[in-house]
């Protein structure tokens, strides 16, 4: 998930703000202080972020564009210019433009915006561009929400209480529910220092950029990977009381499948799995620990060379063209497979179901499946000429049935006026005739179209009327017999309406 961190570098970004016992800051070097801390975490727990850095006031500019090099984006933090007044509806413009331009409306993006809590002076400013969203036209639309999903975290180099005295917090509370409202508001807890500045900025690591360890297992083999980007949580709509499902910390592999019989199946996110090496002195690690992971940098090195569960699965993978399905919590799956970036790099990857016990209908629940040793004979045959795939359920589906459907009003003339024909065509289209009469009744009833039914049984009598002398005498009778027991359906209250009754033909003498 790509991220934007926009820094404001208006001239309210310049108050300087006293240390006891050293010199003065400004609230623009504490803001790249907790930048630089993000920066740093991200270089070693999200080095396959791509960032942008954009800087704001009263317009903005793209500092430097998406990117994974993060010494370029500390470079660029140390060389920040001061500017005019704040606008913080022209920043978010700009981000929408340039999210859209590299990457497309579908993709996921996080917004930091670090600024010292002023919302900019008359027109233009925040307090301004809130209080005229009603009024203003589609030429001119405030740039929220972002046309692509967003978190938004809005960083503020003031404490709760500097933001209160003035309407700085409602306003900022209004801009994160204009943007989805998937995001938070960090204030300093305390004084303005490095060391509030800094526990904020952690406060977000935690939240959003801490990287997800878990530990895939494989009956007695095991491995510790990172699950890159994190996976998110899900909610279900259609719970009585939705709750957020999370990924378990612990994966086990449940079977493996071909690729052809799971084909290419819906999912809700695919990451990138990651083996990493654990090593159980050193503490987890977090916001500010680099600098014990650039001591060591032979354990890295060792780890390159010692055994991995997680490299094997990879290459077992690739080889066999399978796919392995993996349990992520109660009643909720996903798989494991090898994608090739290019002819010679290939990714262990990893794709998440909808959560349920059958999210792949093709494969039935996933309880059920077994291995080939268990079953009777080889569910793909001797020589793998069949497949055990799809199941068939053991309802029929009802887009299989051949359903009346009544679209245009052509298609209702057209059946009408098959019964007509047949119905002309009496006694020898008798089958027919009746065939169709039922089919038209029960997708009438179906439908609740009782009115078709009466029309159709006053059609049916005027052909009995129009018979020429020439017909056969069997001919009056099933058509007044017919136009009789559509006239009783459309009552809708006798037992002739029901639904799976069907309309059988007048025995008679004339009849054989």
Not at 11 to 23: A, I, K, N
Not at 383 to 404: E, L
Request: aromatic share 8%.
């Amino acid at each position: 998930m790509p991220t934007v961190v926009l820094m404001d570098v208006s001239l309210s970004m310049t108050r300087p703000v006293s240390l006891d016992g050293s010199e003065e800051f400004q609230r623009k070097n504490l803001a790249v202080h907790g930048l630089n801390m993000l920066f740093e975490h991200m270089a070693s727990n999200y080095r396959l972020e791509f960032t942008a850095l954009m800087a704001f006031s009263s317009l903005w500019e793209l500092l430097v564009p998406f990117t994974r090099d993060y010494n370029a984006l500390q470079e660029t933090l140390s060389s920040l210019e001061d500017y005019d007044k704040t606008c913080i509806e022209s920043a978010l413009h700009g981000v929408s433009n340039v999210v859209q331009q590299e990457w497309g409306s579908a993709c996921p993006c996080q917004v930091v915006l670090v600024t010292d809590g002023s919302l900019g002076i008359g027109k233009g400013s925040l307090r301004h561009s809130l209080q005229n969203l009603k009024h203003r036209g589609d030429d001119k639309k405030f740039p929220l929400p972002f046309p692509f999903p967003t978190k938004m975290f809005i960083m503020c180099i003031a404490n709760a209480e500097e933001l209160q005295m003035t309407d700085a917090m409602e306003n900022l509370e209004e801009l994160l529910c204009l943007s989805g409202g998937d995001g938070q508001i960090f204030t300093v807890d305390g004084p303005l220092c490095m060391k509030t500045v800094q526990a904020m900025f952690g406060s977000l690591i935690d939240h959003a950029y801490s990287p997800f360890h878990a530990v895939l297992h494989c009956g007695n083999l095991s491995s510790d990977v990172q699950v890159f980007p994190r996976p998110e949580p899900v909610v279900m709509d259609e719970e009585v009381e939705p709750i957020p499902r999370t990924v378990n910390t612990d994966l086990e592999i449940v079977g493996f499948i071909e690729i052809a019989d799971i084909s290419s199946p819906p999912v809700i996110s695919r990451h990138l799995v990651l083996p990493i090496a654990v090593n159980k002195d050193v503490d987890e690690v977090g916001a500010g620990a680099t600098d014990e992971l650039e001591e060591e940098p032979s354990a890295s090195q060792m780890a390159g060379k010692s055994p991995n569960f997680c490299v094997l699965l990879h290459g077992s993978l690739k080889v066999e063209g399978m796919v392995a399905l993996v349990q992520l919590g109660p009643e909720w799956f996903g798989m494991l497979y090898s994608q090739a970036d290019s002819k010679k790099k290939s990714n262990l990857m990893m794709s998440l179901f909808e959560p349920g016990s059958e999210p792949l209908p093709w494969l039935g629940k996933i309880s059920h499946l077994g291995p080939i040793s268990e079953a009777a004979e080889n569910p793909y045959g001797e020589d793998d000429s069949k497949s055990p795939f799809p199941v068939q359920p053991q309802v029929k589906r009802s887009y299989a049935q051949n359903v009346t459907v009544w679209i245009k009003a052509s298609g209702l003339q057209t059946d009408v006026q098959k019964i007509l024909r047949n119905a002309r065509k009496l006694p020898d289209k008798t089958q027919t005739f009746y065939k169709e009469l039922n089919r038209l009744r029960k997708a009438a009833l179906a439908f609740g179209f009782w009115e078709l039914l009466k029309g159709v049984a006053e059609l049916l009598e005027r052909e009995c009327t129009l018979l020429p002398d020439s017909a056969h005498p069997d001919a009056a009778f099933q058509l007044s017999h017919a136009a009789h027991q559509l006239k009783l359906a459309s009552s809708g209250d006798s037992q002739y309406a029901a639904f799976e009754h069907n309309i059988q033909p007048m025995h008679t003498d004339f009849s054989s």
